[in-house]
């Protein structure tokens, strides 16, 4: 088996980001931002939700829980109406999909990886275990 510098490995990880970056799932989400982002009436929405979101937790921190909830209410009026604007939930949807496609490679490397070690240390795959995990295991009740 090849051993591998620590600076092989990164410059592979490199060359997978950029495979990733070029996906479809990515450039997507580019193009969807890019019209989130130039959208006018979408960036009023999220400014006026972060202004009334801050006014919320000074509201709170005072126990001021009338206005509060005048506050908590106008926060839901004003994500209700972005929520409902077609491109911000494709936003959402394209990236959720972004993240699990994220999960799914960082998921699948630390496996393979562990599935390797286990491997070749002669362990079990089934069971999880290393081959020094198995060889200094205590002996069964059953057999004595």
């Given at each position: 088996?090849?051993?591998?510098?620590?600076?092989?490995?990164?410059?592979?990880?490199?060359?997978?980001?950029?495979?990733?970056?070029?996906?479809?799932?990515?450039?997507?989400?580019?193009?969807?931002?890019a019209?989130?982002?130039?959208?006018?009436?979408i960036?009023?929405?999220?400014?006026?939700i972060?202004?009334?979101?801050?006014?919320?937790?000074?509201?709170?921190?005072?126990?001021?829980?009338?206005a509060?909830?005048?506050?908590?209410?106008?926060?839901?009026?004003?994500?209700?109406?972005?929520?409902?604007?077609?491109?911000?939930?494709?936003?959402?949807?394209?990236?959720?999909?972004?993240n699990?496609?994220?999960?799914?490679?960082?998921?699948?490397?630390?496996?393979?990886?562990t599935?390797?070690?286990i491997?070749?240390?002669?362990?079990?795959?089934?069971?999880?275990?290393?081959?020094?995990?198995k060889a200094?295991?205590?002996?069964?009740?059953?057999?004595?």
């Amino acid at each position: 088996m090849e051993n591998y510098t620590r600076e092989e490995v990164l410059t592979e990880a490199k060359k997978l980001a950029e495979m990733l970056a070029n996906t479809e799932e990515i450039e997507r989400f580019k193009q969807v931002e890019a019209k989130v982002n130039e959208s006018n009436k979408i960036q009023r929405l999220i400014t006026k939700i972060k202004t009334l979101q801050k006014q919320a937790v000074n509201l709170q921190a005072y126990e001021k829980k009338e206005a509060l909830k005048i506050v908590e209410d106008a926060i839901d009026e004003a994500q209700a109406e972005l929520d409902a604007i077609p491109i911000v939930s494709e936003f959402q949807d394209i990236q959720t999909t972004v993240n699990d496609v994220l999960q799914l490679v960082s998921g699948t490397i630390a496996r393979e990886v562990t599935n390797h070690i286990i491997e070749s240390t002669g362990g079990n795959l089934l069971e999880g275990k290393t081959g020094s995990t198995k060889a200094n295991e205590e002996p069964s009740c059953s057999g004595e």
